[in-house]
């Protein structure tokens, strides 16, 4: 295969994995990330604002749905990520190539089937949930314009993977500002020119969508591998590597559904502690939401430099990623927390004028404040483990956190309320690094050997 098949950057991957190199790919990736959280507080700003903390609330839930069904298949961009940066590190542009076309078929077949069956997973959703029930109303209005952007959404997901796996991160920083560039401008548009109301942020979200697809798609075409052969459907249909997708995004699937019943959980009881604790726990999570995309970002480099690494079967480069990621995620962390304290009333007044709901974030701020030291190892560890393709230690992982995290709720939220229900999400976000921790051994162990020295350098 000739180096001019290959797309830009792939059969470097021997390079060092330097500070430099890691935060040339982390930077574009944070800034990247940390739009959808941007987002997310402006939809949570625009509801805020209306009369009633139902929209708020409505938000709230209708959002969590959305995590549910979308977070659900983001196996779609990390399971893409991990056999992209393998295939790239490998020099494999045919691998490149299937592995994308495998994906996105994946993900409109599921966002066709989350059309086909929007009325009864809405009402099943918002249903068990909970919340009053001006906030289910509110949350079924948004949910319903917002669900037509479900193909676009899932294979959004397939494409952000490419980009990451190739190492194409300004490409990705370019299609995540362009979505929610337009989401923005929409939801003004929909909510205060239109006066749609809550249905108009959801609509905002579908165009966005939309028009993020067609940017990726053509994105797609541009950097496609140049003197391959023809794309053969045996090729496409392959037993083996079917069969390992499907492992993969099983694994995945689970991981991400145990972590989102983590959070489901928390809504729901916070939900029975009245609307306007709901609400302000909704507006705490955007503190979490954010600072989990931007230390994200350096989870995305390990992904792909531990992919790429493993494609090679390079270990002193995979160790080289570990280390140099972790260093960076961990000081990331600490300027998140550090931010928090210092900001966090001045964050909070600015996401709601409702002197209740206000009040009552401001009384667990701290939980939001110091979560960043907590969690910041579980993020880049999954980074780790899903650029090797360790999907099975993965959802091990995520299982025993969350039945730690579901047994700290029963045993904390009746005696200490909602301190108590915020000190059992903390220790979930203690668990999932110290578990994935403990099987980082193995995985080194599963790496390729040492690259030898030169003759030269052995004598």
């Given at each position: 295969m000739s180096e001019s098949a290959l797309p830009l950057g792939a059969g470097s991957v021997s390079a060092a994995v330097t500070?430099?190199?890691?935060?040339?790919l982390a930077f574009p990736i944070v800034l990247a990330n940390l739009t959808q959280p941007i987002l997310g507080a402006v939809d949570t700003a625009v509801a805020g604002h209306l009369d009633g903390t139902?929209?708020?609330?409505?938000?709230?839930?209708?959002?969590?749905?959305?995590?549910f069904v979308f977070w659900g298949f983001g196996f779609l961009r990390m399971g893409t990520t991990g056999l992209v940066a393998q295939a790239h590190g490998a020099g494999d542009a045919a691998g490149i190539r299937l592995n994308l076309l495998r994906a996105l078929i994946v993900a409109f077949a599921l966002g066709a089937a989350v059309l086909a069956l929007q009325v009864p997973l809405l009402s099943f959703a918002l249903s068990a949930l909970g919340g009053s029930d001006a906030v289910r109303a509110t949350a079924l209005a948004y949910s319903h314009a917002r669900i037509w952007?479900?193909?676009f959404a899932l294979a959004n997901y397939v494409v952000l993977g490419y980009l990451l796996g190739v190492q194409r991160v300004r490409l990705a920083l370019v299609a995540q500002v362009f979505i929610n560039a337009v989401n923005i401008g929409a939801v003004l548009l929909y909510v205060y020119g239109f006066g749609w109301g809550i249905a108009g942020i959801g609509a905002a979200t579908a165009t966005a969508d939309a028009c993020g697809f067609a940017l990726g798609a053509w994105m797609l075409w541009r950097l496609r591998p140049r003197g391959l052969a023809p794309l053969a459907v045996r090729a496409l249909a392959d037993r083996?590597?079917?069969?390992?997708l499907i492992v993969l995004n099983r694994d995945i699937f689970l991981r991400t559904l145990c972590l989102l019943g983590a959070f489901g959980w928390f809504a729901h009881l916070g939900a029975k502690q009245g609307d306007a604790t709901l609400a302000a726990n909704a507006l705490l999570l955007n503190f979490q939401t954010f600072m989990a995309y931007g230390l994200d970002g350096f989870a995305h480099a390990a992904e792909a430099?531990?992919?790429a690494a493993a494609g090679a079967r390079d270990r002193r480069a995979f160790r080289q990623a570990v280390r140099v990621t972790l260093f960076w995620s961990a000081l990331g962390a600490l300027l998140f927390a550090l931010a928090y304290w210092a900001a966090g009333g001045w964050i909070v007044a600015r996401l709601t004028d409702q002197a209740e709901i206000r009040a009552v974030a401001l009384r667990y701020l701290p939980w939001a404040a110091i979560s960043p030291i907590?969690?910041?190892?579980g993020f880049l560890l999954d980074g780790v483990f899903i650029g090797a393709t360790q999907t099975q230690s993965l959802m091990r992982a995520m299982v025993v956190s969350l039945s730690i995290f579901v047994a700290a709720t029963l045993a904390a939220v009746g005696t200490f309320g909602n301190h108590g229900l915020w000190f059992a999400l903390l220790l979930f976000m203690a668990?999932?690094?110290?578990?994935?921790?403990r099987y980082l051994p193995a995985l080194l162990r599963r790496v390729g050997a040492e690259p030898q020295a030169a003759p030269a350098a052995r004598a």
């Open positions: 500070h430099r190199r890691v935060l040339a139902q929209y708020l609330g409505g938000v709230a839930l209708g959002g969590l749905f959305f995590n952007s479900a193909p083996v590597a079917l069969k390992r430099l531990v992919g907590v969690s910041v190892w668990a999932r690094g110290a578990t994935l921790a």
